[in-house]
């Protein structure tokens, strides 16, 4: 959060809406992208964390490591462009980019 609130400091309103073609989201959009997919994100998280059942302590944990290894992939790979989910497509709700990183910073 820090580096993307630096980042936007030196940027104006009118280079946070910019967007070169109708497929390329605004810096704008891409904010309006993160707030949405940290809520449905963390919305599926409660949910499980709601319905699953407790691990016992004697029980360990599953190492993550595989996991995270495998995002870190698919995060340096952007030659092939994902198609964001319905829930995380922006819709144009902010008219500033301050309020679209007040909300991110939630």
Not at 16 to 23: D, L, M, R
């Amino acid at each position: 959060r820090a580096s993307l609130s630096a980042m936007l400091e030196n940027m104006t309103q009118a280079q946070s809406e910019f967007q070169p073609k109708n497929e390329i989201w605004s810096v704008l959009r891409i904010l309006e992208h993160l707030v949405l997919a940290e809520d449905y994100l963390r919305g599926i998280l409660v949910k499980q964390i709601e319905s699953g059942k407790p691990v016992p302590d004697s029980e360990p944990l599953p190492d993550p490591s595989e996991m995270d290894a495998a995002i870190r992939r698919g995060m340096v790979d952007r030659s092939q462009k994902a198609q964001a989910p319905r829930e995380m497509v922006p819709e144009g709700r902010y008219a500033n980019r301050d309020q679209a990183f007040m909300d991110f910073a939630v």
